[in-house]
């Protein structure tokens, strides 16, 4: 085999701003849900890797949180987070939403990025073309030029699926020569729990406008089979808030509203098991759990 038809394998992370699109545009890639997507910004906690197959090559997506100037303690664990990943992969897609001015958060990545990973290429990527015209693409790839320099510029639009195979290609393009590191057919190696968590997070986040995402949290307490059923997991978990106030909001009146939010995760997680499961879903206050380190392990991070 000559070194042009070698097989090829590694690591890609997209950063961006909140919303920018990363989490959408690796479930495109990847042809599955695997990442969690929201229309609320800052969603995804966890690094969730997607994996792309292709006959020549294998891409391991590794989903980071945005990367946002740290105020709390989880700030920066969400940050030091990033900057890990960018330490690791072979390639990172810089991602900019073709819809929105290239702001002060675009260039503060920007910066991050030159400085943390100097020796890994990046490629900026337009993203939500679907959303604008020619002309307004144009602009946008012009600017985001100035912003760093790009190993190469691409855009693309993860929903009418326009140019998802050039990104592809770029991407593994950047990948070093080696076997496939994941058996066939693998799409995560996120423990389950994590994503569990995260789509209960996803459910009770739904249609709650006036709080910030950032105070709520979701943590797995047990998942065992129920005795003598081979048919049912029972899931026990906490959605913790940081105020009282708070609590009632999920809650709702009369419960309706947490009973919602767990018909909806319950949907969600069957799908992912494949079994049936049972939701004991309870919502606790756990003052100022984003400034505290025994809280912020116990929930992951
Ligand atoms: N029209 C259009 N909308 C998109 C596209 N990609 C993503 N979106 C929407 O943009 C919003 C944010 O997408 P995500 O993929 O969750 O963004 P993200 O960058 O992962 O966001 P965080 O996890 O908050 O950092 C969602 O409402 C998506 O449906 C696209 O190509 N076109």
Not at 26 to 32: K, Q
Not at 77 to 103: H, M
Not at 149 to 176: I, K
């Amino acid at each position: 085999m000559t070194s042009l038809d070698a097989h090829r394998s590694g690591f890609a992370c997209f950063v961006g701003r909140p919303n920018a699109g990363k989490s959408t545009l690796t479930n495109a890639l990847v042809g599955s849900k695997v990442a969690i997507t929201s229309s609320k910004p800052q969603t995804t906690r966890h690094a969730i890797r997607g994996i792309v197959h292709r006959p020549d090559a294998q891409l391991i997506i590794v989903d980071t949180p945005g990367l946002h100037r740290p105020r709390t303690l989880l700030g920066q664990r969400l940050n030091d987070l990033v900057y890990e990943t960018w330490s690791e992969v072979d390639v990172v897609g810089f991602c900019v939403p073709a819809d929105q001015k290239i702001g002060p958060g675009d260039r503060y990545i920007a910066e991050q990025l030159a400085k943390v990973a100097k020796r890994t290429p990046v490629i900026g990527v337009v993203t939500k073309t679907d959303l604008v015209g020619k002309q307004q693409v144009a602009e946008q790839l012009l600017a985001l030029q100035q912003v760093m320099e790009f190993a190469d510029l691409v855009p693309c639009s993860a929903v009418d699926s326009y140019q998802m195979d050039v990104l592809a290609d770029l991407l593994v393009g950047r990948l070093p020569e080696g076997p496939q590191l994941y058996p066939d057919g693998e799409l995560t190696d996120e423990p389950e729990t994590t994503l569990i968590a995260e789509l209960i997070r996803e459910a009770a986040l739904e249609g709650v406008r006036d709080e910030l995402p950032h105070s709520l949290a979701v943590g797995i307490e047990e998942m065992v089979p129920r005795e003598g059923r081979d048919d049912l997991i029972d899931v026990h978990a906490v959605i913790y808030v940081e105020r009282q106030s708070q609590k009632a909001i999920v809650i709702g009146r009369g419960g309706e509203r947490l009973r919602a939010v767990g018909s909806q995760a319950r949907k969600h997680i069957q799908a992912l098991l494949g079994s049936k499961i049972y939701l004991d879903l309870h919502v606790k206050v756990a003052k100022d759990w984003q400034r505290d380190p025994k809280q912020l392990r116990r929930l992951g991070f």
